[in-house]
């Protein structure tokens, strides 16, 4: 016997119930009822339906299984029964105001079934359509604001304005229009009011009628500590300040020439002992003149950074957004591999001021917690926050928001939960039962639902058009539909720099096009996957070059697996079963990854692989699926370290040999960053990591407080060894971390640090020096790029990419050409380059010239007569051919 606390049904369309194909056993005869009641309170007693109001809806009558076109997004369906209901539109729009059941009765009237019913897609069929032009949320018309909720299921919604003192507020009821929409107009008057909603609407997982009073989904401003929306006129002139009114973004010439510095806003000054205190762990603090943090921004948009990636700063639920009422913990001096230092952090751990925030609470509004104390209500929040996007335009970089459409802090009737207070399960992905799904480790938002994805591309669209941001990265975008990503993209393009302040054209979307969860393998729809995204322009960060670079997985419970930039064969760490001839096959193996990453990761790309055989992109293999899935290389994002995991100072820490040397170390990270940086897609840095950052060996900084991830400008300490990190991510791994963090060779000096920097910087000048490291098509990637002496005999250690200018149209007038050399070998390399013999080549000047130009770098050698190069221990060099 099923009840109705679970909802087993699906209600697809005005005429169509979905029906459990695993509920109908057999071939026996039976017979299905719709019933409703107002207010709920639907039970069996003794096989009879029973309740307040309840009602007959009428009969379902079997016609066959679900068709393709009502699979579409809910392909998890695939199976299902169709029932069909004959029923008016009137009669149907009354009963999704209470409460659903569907009994299913055997040939002799007994009850076999008795269950709720998932009713998201029966709301798009009859709403979707209107309601997708309302402009939802608060806006403004020669002053007039006006308010607009879809709340399809509402009995009636009331707004509750509140004054200017934040006293009693006014209830004022709004009137239901086309699509579900609730809405009601003011008068100027109403700007910069407080309000929330009075939503009186049925909630299934009660079963009953409740009045919700809740903030707008589409906030665009809010008051402390998100309690109430601020009804904020985005194009009020008071919000604007004159350097983001006047800065223009720099402007780029293709997607790939984006270099992206991922930023986490409180790590950016909140140890900056250059800011105001009040300032620190602000927007603010970037429109500050002559930080630390400023100056080192400026310095790496000077070598050539060109896009600021911040973590995200939308309304953010797990921070307390006053100062005064935010945990300042007080961290002892304690060892390197003390548990006391974590202990302290982890007590005050949701109370503090840091998490990275991938916790939504409402995602068209800024962060309280990064505005300070004076910055904190309403309009001046977005005041603050276009002031660091026009001081970072004005320092020569693009910003780029991090996104998070997913999931939701939470759901249901919980405190946090915005969406299911004003329509009850539909904005989230459910299971089979009914129950959200969590893959996300949060609750699952379901944009394959019309509205659902409405709110996302609205969303967007504002942070495009009233933030003039420039680009997007989207958190777990591959539990997005393909379909998701293509509306996005279709809404930006639509903004001109004339009506709109920015060319939606040029900004850049990407995202973690990672396949889990219930949506997996296109289990409900076409995935923004990996591989699935060709001809979308839309880039998927690549897991591919990642791993062969560093070796094993961030999955794998044991972190000291190599890879070609930690050491795999050419200096092993004894850890392992693998024989030496095993680890050698393998290093060849993961350097044809790492050359198909350094070529965009482009599907269709042939290569010589380390089988003696040419195979495309997407011939080789990376755990059982296609390493290549690019069809552009703007489809793909290459990276070596992100905020996610270890930094990769702290991965060198466990996968180099426990006694290599800091030099080792320095080189080894400068290498790993030249696989990124010298390639042909975008490239994305972790802040900090051309100052060897660390995180004490935390693999999960998301929730680990300012001591953990601290970044220091100064290039005085890389924060390591500064405790063991947090139990609560950690702990299983501290007996292995507790001799790596009290080894004081592990802890580089600030004249490390400085090496680190300045070979980090000559990378970026190099990636910006010349065009050809940034092709910007595939179809010019097939016409120049090759790798030589690839192949069976590869020398281990050993990548050249050569890239001829030669070839088809000129890309870079004042070269013939470049050839890049990755050697990550401890000793030099000295190969003959296959078809280079009697070409002219001499290292790049920007690896030569200047006081911190590295004399072992400077050593590369060339013999033009036998095409015969030589290639230093541990690095990454760039040879240009003379035109």
Not at 509 to 537: D, K, P
Not at 634 to 640: G, K, L, Q
């Amino acid at each position: 016997m099923t009840f109705p606390h679970l909802f087993l049904g699906h209600w697809i369309d005005q005429r169509t119930i979905g029906w459990p194909h695993t509920l109908v056993p057999g071939t026996l005869p039976r017979s299905w009822e719709l019933w409703a009641s107002p207010v709920g309170g639907l039970q069996l007693d003794d096989d009879v339906v029973v309740g307040p109001g309840a009602v007959r809806l009428g009969e379902l009558l079997p016609d066959g299984e679900l068709t393709e076109a009502q699979l579409l997004n809910r392909g998890h369906l695939r199976g299902f029964h169709a029932l069909r209901l004959e029923a008016e539109r009137a009669v149907i729009e009354e009963a999704l105001l209470g409460d659903l059941a569907v009994v299913q009765r055997d040939a002799y009237g007994t009850v076999e079934a008795f269950t709720g019913l998932q009713a998201a897609g029966v709301l798009d069929d009859l709403y979707s359509t209107a309601a997708r032009n309302a402009e939802l949320g608060p806006t403004f018309d020669g002053g007039t604001p006006m308010l607009r909720l879809w709340a399809p299921t509402a009995r009636g919604v009331d707004l509750l304005l509140f004054p200017e003192d934040d006293g009693e507020p006014t209830r004022l009821p709004m009137k239901r229009q086309a699509g579900g929409v609730w809405g009601i107009t003011g008068n100027s008057e109403w700007a910069n009011r407080a309000y929330l909603f009075e939503v009186e609407v049925f909630v299934p997982t009660l079963g009953a009628v409740v009045r919700n009073v809740v903030t707008d989904p589409y906030s665009v401003a809010l008051t402390v500590d998100s309690a109430h929306s601020v009804l904020v006129d985005l194009a009020d002139q008071a919000w604007a300040p004159e350097r983001w009114a006047v800065t223009p973004a720099p402007v780029l010439r293709h997607p790939v020439d984006h270099t992206i510095y991922e930023l986490h806003i409180r790590d950016f000054s909140a140890s900056d002992a250059t800011v105001p205190p009040q300032l620190r762990g602000t927007y603010e603090a970037f429109a500050l003149s002559n930080t630390d943090g400023v100056r080192a921004l400026r310095e790496l948009a000077e070598a050539g950074i060109t896009t600021v990636h911040l973590l995200p700063s939308f309304d953010i639920a797990t921070i307390p957004e006053r100062r005064s009422e935010q945990a300042r913990p007080e961290v002892p001096e304690a060892g390197p591999a003390s548990p006391a230092q974590q202990e302290v952090v982890s007590a005050a751990a949701d109370r503090d001021a840091f998490n990275w925030g991938y916790d939504p609470f409402h995602y068209t509004a800024p962060e309280g917690s990064y505005a300070s104390d004076a910055n904190q209500r309403g309009g001046l929040r977005t005041r603050a926050y276009r002031e660091m996007v026009g001081a970072l335009h004005g320092l020569g970089l693009q910003v780029v928001l991090d996104v998070v459409y997913n999931h939701t802090a939470e759901s249901g009737q919980s405190p946090r939960s915005v969406l299911d207070k004003v329509v009850p399960g539909y904005y989230h992905r459910r299971c089979m039962a009914g129950m959200v799904e969590q893959s996300t480790c949060c609750e699952n938002l379901a944009t394959e639902h019309a509205m659902a994805e409405k709110l996302m591309v609205d969303s967007l669209v504002t942070w495009a058009r009233h933030y003039r941001v420039d680009g997007f990265r989207f958190d777990l975008m591959g539990h997005h539909s393909r379909a998701n990503m293509e509306a996005v993209r279709a809404a930006l393009d639509e903004l001109t720099a004339e009506r709109d302040g920015i060319d939606g054209r040029r900004i850049y979307l990407y995202g973690e096009g990672w396949n889990f969860g219930e949506v997996a393998n296109n289990t409900r729809f076409r995935q923004a996957a990996q591989g699935q995204l060709g001809g979308t322009g839309i880039g998927a960060f690549n897991d591919r070059l990642r791993d062969a670079v560093h070796g094993g997985s961030p999955l794998d419970a044991v972190r000291s697996e190599q890879g070609f930039g930690t050491g795999l064969y050419l200096d092993p760490n004894g850890v392992g079963a693998l024989s030496p001839d095993d680890q050698l096959t393998e290093l060849r193996r993961l350097q044809d990854l790492v050359r198909l990453g350094m070529a965009g990761n482009l599907a269709d790309f042939e290569l010589e692989t380390s089988d003696g055989r040419w195979r495309r992109g997407d011939e080789l293999d990376y755990f059982g699926v296609p390493a290549g899935y690019a069809s552009e290389p703007a489809e793909c994002v290459n990276y070596v370290d992100a905020h996610d995991n270890e930094t990769l100072f702290d991965l060198g820490v466990w996968k180099l040999p426990a006694d290599a040397s800091m030099d080792t170390r320095v080189r080894m990270n400068t290498l790993q960053l030249a696989t990124v940086t010298l390639g042909q897609a975008p490239s994305f840095w972790h802040a900090g990591t051309e100052l060897l950052r660390s995180k004490s060996l935390d693999r999960d900084s998301y929730n680990a407080g300012d001591h953990f991830n601290r970044l220091d400008w100064t290039g005085k300490s890389n924060n390591f060894g500064v405790g063991l990190p947090p139990a609560s991510r950690n702990i299983a791994h501290w007996d292995a971390m507790r001799p790596l963090l009290e080894n004081p060779a592990n802890r580089p000096s600030p004249a490390d640090i400085a090496t680190a920097r300045a070979a980090a910087l000559r990378l970026l000048r190099l990636r910006s020096a010349y065009p050809l490291l940034r092709l910007g098509s595939a179809r010019l990637i097939h016409e120049k790029v090759t790798f030589p002496n690839a192949g069976a005999d590869q020398a281990p250690g050993l990548i050249l990419m050569r890239l001829d200018d030669t070839v088809g149209e000129r890309v870079d007038p004042s070269v013939a050409g470049l050839l890049v050399a990755l050697n990550a070998s401890p000793e030099p390399i000295v190969e003959r380059v296959d078809g280079m013999a009697g070409l002219s080549l001499q290292l790049s000047p920007v690896l030569t010239e200047g006081p911190d130009a590295d004399p072992i770098v400077a050593a590369t050698a060339w013999d033009a007569p036998s095409g015969t190069l030589t290639v230093p221990g541990r690095s990454a060099v760039v040879l240009v051919q003379k035109p």
